[in-house]
């Protein structure tokens, strides 16, 4: 993103400012964080900690502590409660944090008054995973989305959040008939964000055509979804020979990678390998991603790739499916692919339904154990009425006439 821009001046807090994740130093040292999670009974607290752990690592920072509680409903003013914020504020103060994370989402006055008890930072999930889509954000149309969805989020945070931005502006030059700083901050805002919105609809426009191409050559399009860390990049890599970045880590793909395979029996397959959900994912961040996950939505067959050495992993599966609903794309068909089987005591195989259909594979991406199985489901789905030989033992043959090319131009900011 750019350093500087005429719409961004005048901004009266520091967070307004837009931050590019390519300015951050790269040896910086790992900013201290105190993490706080409240129990309120709806969700495993062993998972939700570990998960908020990776959230924070990935975000580069150094988990000092993890402090638990458990209540029967958010507090109105402090979110835990005054006696518990105090203890955070404490806590905080001896283990040297500089940032307080709560693992829930906070009202603009929750996290005002905590910061004032604190004396310091305090960010919420919504806010944690935006810093990290912003950190990992490569090409010019991730950028846009992730700029998008934290102006959208930080406009929320300008009613009741800082009581300064409410003063009018005076001095010479600047009276009239009066604009407070709070209103420059919105008009500010709402001017980046329509110019935004009009270069990702543009971009939207561009990926429906490509998409039509493709549908007049009658290539199928196979979309791969999954919770983040379930490892869809990795099954991406080796389906199609490529070389997408990979890693252990939440969120490791934010941009959508497009490959052309050759498969027997099924002819030319296009793989997207499309960024991972996560719970309670941001609204903002749905709605801003939305020209990504067209995709998602526009593919013929949905690879549903699952962690099964997750213990959550049922949770996981009704978190992608929630977020598919929410884009639209509940209605494309779906095969479930349970990943890291190396990791369990389950074999590499399918799973047919009553038609003889098969709903799943079990498989180990990292290994390469399974994936025959993966490529008579894709098959057999290209062409149902098929009775062709069996392609189970035959590999990929790799196309590289998409691997130069990317799905977009890179848009000039």
């Known amino acids: 993103m750019m350093d500087t821009d ?3 001046a005048g901004l009266s807090d520091p967070r307004l400012a837009r931050q590019s994740a390519q300015s951050r130093p790269p040896g910086r040292v790992a900013e201290r964080v105190l993490i706080v999670q409240v129990d ?8 939700a900690v570990q ?3 990776m959230l924070a690592e990935s975000a580069g920072a150094e988990v000092a502590e993890i402090m638990t509680c458990r209540r029967d409903r958010p507090d109105v003013a402090l979110f835990v ?6 203890e955070v504020a404490e806590r905080a103060k001896a ?6 994370i709560f693992n829930h989402g906070l009202s603009p006055v929750q996290q005002r008054n905590l910061e ?7 960010i919420d999930r919504t806010s944690l995973i935006l810093d990290i889509f912003a950190l990992r954000a490569q090409s010019a149309e991730g950028k846009l989305q992730v700029e998008l969805a934290q102006l959208e989020h930080l406009a929320s945070r300008l009613i009741r959040g800082w009581t300064h931005l409410e003063r009018q502006r005076g001095g010479i030059g600047l009276r009239g008939p009066g604009e407070t700083q709070l209103e420059t901050d919105r008009r500010l805002i709402g001017t980046r964000v329509k110019m935004l919105k009009e270069r990702l609809a543009r971009l939207a426009r561009q990926r429906k055509t490509q998409g039509r191409a493709r549908s007049r050559q009658g290539v199928l399009t196979i979309s791969l979804v999954g919770y983040t860390n379930a490892g869809k990049s990795t099954l991406f890599n080796a389906l199609t020979h490529s070389g997408a970045y990979a890693a252990d880590q939440l969120f490791a793909t934010l941009d959508t990678t497009v490959r052309r395979v050759w498969l027997p029996e099924a002819g030319n397959v296009v793989v997207a390998d499309t960024v991972g959900f996560i719970r309670d994912l941001p609204h903002t961040l749905v709605e801003a991603f939305k020209a990504t996950l067209e995709t998602t939505t526009q593919a013929d067959l949905l690879l549903h790739v699952i962690d099964a050495a997750n213990p959550a992993r049922d949770l996981q599966i009704a978190e992608v499916n929630k977020v598919l609903s929410e884009i639209g794309a509940s209605h494309v068909p779906q095969i479930r692919v349970y990943n890291k089987c190396d990791l369990t005591a389950a074999e590499p195989g399918v799973e047919r ?11 180990s991406a990292q290994t390469g154990a399974g994936l025959p199985w993966l490529r008579t489901a894709i098959a057999e789905f290209a062409r149902p009425d098929s009775s062709g030989p069996d392609v189970s033992g035959m590999p990929f043959q790799y196309s590289s006439e998409l691997a130069s090319t990317p799905l977009l131009p890179d848009v000039d900011q």
């Not at 409660?81 to 105090?86: R, T, V």
């Open 6 to 8: 005429p719409a961004q």
């Open 40 to 47: 309120f009974g709806d969700l495993d607290l062993d998972e």
């Open 51 to 53: 998960e908020v752990h």
């Open 81 to 86: 409660g005054s006696g518990k914020a105090a």
């Open 95 to 100: 283990l040297d944090a500089g940032l307080v």
């Open 116 to 122: 004032q008890l604190v004396h310091g930072r305090v």
């Open 353 to 363: 339904d009553a038609y003889g259909k098969i709903t799943r594979v079990r498989l």
